[in-house]
């Protein structure tokens, strides 16, 4: 195993994920835990809604992505970002 980004696009993560409750919320995202369906395998996916940036915005979430991968510890399997609405 070792850490890993994985993208999906909005259709693709409700046929991958069941979405249950908020854990976090800020101005512009939120935290869900979610359960993978095939395994039944608990995530917190942060949830970043692209209606809601402008394009300076979404060029820094890129980078926090990014960096917040690079900086990940060897406990940190996956980072899961979704940019859309859930």
């Known amino acids: ?3 890993k980004i994985k993208t999906l696009r909005g259709d693709e993560i409700h046929k991958t994920y069941d979405f249950k409750e ?3 919320k800020g ?10 369906r095939k395994d039944k395998q608990e995530f917190a996916i942060k949830v970043i809604s ?14 926090e992505v990014s960096t917040n991968f690079s900086s990940c510890s060897f ?12």
């Not at 101005?27 to 993978?36: L, N």
């Not at 692209?50 to 980078?63: F, R």
Request: hydrophobic fraction near 45%; charge should be positive.
């Open 1 to 3: 195993m070792g850490n």
């Open 50 to 63: 692209k209606s809601k940036l402008n394009s300076t915005e979404l060029a820094v979430i890129h980078d």
């Open 22 to 24: 908020t854990l976090g």
């Open 27 to 36: 101005s512009f995202a939120e935290v869900k835990r979610a359960i993978r």
């Open 75 to 86: 406990s940190c399997l996956c980072v899961f970002v979704c940019l859309c609405d859930v």
